[in-house]
């Protein structure tokens, strides 16, 4: 089921904004190529948000310990292991849907 979530036009380049849907908390991002990534805003190892984490590329570094989270995948990037679960995204005109499960 898709959700519309947020505007594009109100996201700003590579800073996080948190969304709540059902009970799932999403980060979402605008990255440098103007795609916008959706990835679970709870961190599997630090139990932490990532919210606040610096994004490079299609890359999220993780704001506690600076692990590196592809926004493409969800995998954590060796050394570090660990997956976080990405939300496909659709933009329609200016209005970004992310898909949950429902």
Sequence with gaps: M???A???SKLLPQVGRS???GEDKIALFLLSDGSIAAIEDHCPLTGG???EGIVSDHF???PMREYKISLLTGDIQP???GHMRIYPVTIIDDDV???VEG
Excluded: N
């Design 2 to 4: 898709q959700i519309k």
């Design 6 to 8: 947020s505007q594009k």
């Design 19 to 21: 969304i709540i849907l």
């Design 49 to 51: 948000p990532v919210l």
């Design 60 to 62: 999220l570094y993780e």
């Design 79 to 81: 050394p570090d292991e």
């Design 97 to 99: 849907y992310i898909e």
